[in-house]
């Protein structure tokens, strides 16, 4: 008797098993549409926070609740005019203003100013004791309502905002990015392991003032 219901437990676990499979991949998809996706970080554009092959976690839930704040690392939908890709391209950056900010650079402390606050940025890219200027150029901007300035932390190195500013002749509206293009808030570099740590939000954009 036991052994034929040993026998029975078997054929149903291997009959279940495809089953089970089937959940679990199904329930990996909509994970991966809907709550958390893996990117990897393909350039220097945003070091010493994130380095060249470093592995990030994604929330792709929190924006549909509420809007980018600054200071907040994200992946979005590059503009065509950014990537060159009509397919599309993903990229990570931090977002420096949102909607109705005041961004000049720079005071005489060679810092940013937003809605009148100036920004110590202890995350700018530096080397062998030199770090990268906020900004290359001065440029006094008004955020659009719904879209993002972005830049990266290695300045010198970053296809962002700024450039694109610069390069469309100072159009501010090809230089941000609309919210809906956001794929998600970047919130902790998982792999490799040695550099795991939490993305989270830099102290200094608490004094920010709204617009």
């Known amino acids: ?10 054929h149903s676990f291997w009959k279940e098993l495809p089953i089970l499979l089937g959940v679990a991949i199904v329930v990996a998809v909509l ?3 809907f709550v958390l996706q893996t990117f ?3 350039s220097p ?4 926070t994130l380095k060249i092959d470093d592995r990030v976690l994604v929330n792709k839930l ?12 994200i992946v979005f939908k590059a503009p065509v005019e950014w990537s060159g890709n009509p397919a599309g391209e993903d990229f990570i950056k931090r977002v420096i203003g949102v909607g109705g900010d005041r961004l000049v650079c720079c005071d005489d402390q060679d810092r940013l100013v937003i809605n009148g606050t100036p920004l110590d940025e202890p995350y700018i890219f530096s080397f062998d004791g030199r770090r990268d200027k ?13 879209r993002l300035w972005v830049m990266g932390d290695h300045r010198s190195a970053s296809g962002d905002s700024l450039e694109h500013y610069q390069q469309s002749g100072q159009n501010v509206d090809t230089a941000t990015i609309p919210e809906q293009e956001v ?3 970047a919130f902790t570099i998982f792999w490799p392991v040695g550099r795991a740590t939490l993305l989270t939000v830099p102290e200094q954009f608490e004094s920010i003032p709204q617009p």
């Open 1 to 10: 008797m036991i052994d034929e219901q040993t026998d029975k437990s078997r």
């Open 183 to 185: 794929v998600g808030r």
């Open 45 to 48: 554009s945003m070091e010493n």
């Open 40 to 42: 990897f970080i393909p």
């Open 62 to 73: 929190v924006y549909n609740f509420r809007s980018p704040h600054r200071g907040e690392v």
């Open 134 to 146: 906020p900004a290359d150029q001065e440029f006094d901007v008004q955020v659009p309502p719904g």
């Open 31 to 33: 994970v991966r549409a």
